[in-house]
T-cell receptor
Framework: DAGVIQSPRHEVTEMGQEVTLRCKPI?????LFWYRQTMMRGLELLIY????????DSGMPEDRFSAKMPNASFSTLKIQPSEPRDSAVYFC??????????????FGNGTRLTVT | GQQVMQIPQYQHVQEGEDFTTYCNSS?????IQWYKQRPGGHPVFLIQ?????EVKKQKRLTFQFGEAKKNSSLHITATQTTDVGTYFC???????FGAGTRLTVKP
């Protein structure tokens, strides 16, 4: 069974460029999460989808960030324009439907983004 | 959203010593989950605690959920080098993680 698949694994771009990160959740999972991890801020929740609908996007830093989930098997996180302070590891995670409590998250391997 | 505080931030132990990390919330948690992230890796689910006062064990790891469901702890007995990594708690009221405790183990 394939896990959560993220692409690319590494992305190096120049300030001002558009960056698109991609995620394929585990089949059958109905919740998808985007997190950003840095040394300074730890693991931050950016946005959370349930059944393809954004539920909580309060963690999205600013208008430069946008996320979509057009169907149950694909999500994107876009940064436009990118800035050096966006450099981080971005994780996508998915979870199956819960049974009375929150289901565990399954994380992808992450995308390491470097903005120069 | 809720704030889950985790202490200590770092812990360095000699192999064979015990290790404990604590997770505290100002609000009651519906449940709490623990994850481990190896250096360079991604967080991996360890366990979920749901009931007040619950205690669960996984080999050398013991997880506890406080009676008031506002705190939790992870205790590792006789650490090994394979225990190295960052341990996170997450209060699943709003899917936000604590800052994590980074454990290093000296052989």
């Amino acid at each position: 069974d394939a896990g959560v698949i993220q692409s690319p694994r590494h992305e190096v771009t120049e300030m001002g460029q558009e960056v698109t990160l991609r995620c394929k959740p585990i089949s059958g999972h109905n919740s998808l999460f985007w997190y950003r991890q840095t040394m300074m801020r730890g693991l931050e929740l950016l946005i959370y989808f349930n059944n393809n609908v954004p539920i909580d996007d309060s963690g999205m830093p600013e208008d430069r960030f946008s996320a979509k989930m057009p169907n149950a098997s694909f999500s994107t996180l876009k940064i436009q324009p990118s800035e050096p302070r966006d450099s981080a590891v971005y994780f996508c995670a998915s979870s199956p439907p819960g049974q009375g409590s929150r289901s565990p998250l399954h994380f992808g391997n992450g995308t390491r983004l470097t903005v120069t | 959203g809720q704030q889950v505080m985790q202490i200590p931030q770092y812990q360095h132990v000699q192999e064979g010593e015990d290790f404990t990390t604590y997770c505290n919330s100002s609000t009651t948690l519906s449940n709490i989950q623990w994850y481990k992230q190896r250096p360079g890796g991604h967080p991996v689910f360890l366990i979920q605690l749901v009931k007040s006062g619950e205690v669960k064990k996984q080999k050398r790891l013991t997880f506890q959920f406080g009676e008031a469901k506002k705190n939790s702890s992870l205790h590792i007995t006789a650490t090994q080098t394979t225990d190295v990594g960052t341990y996170f708690c997450a209060g699943w009221n709003d899917m936000r993680f604590g800052a994590g405790t980074r454990l290093t183990v000296k052989p």
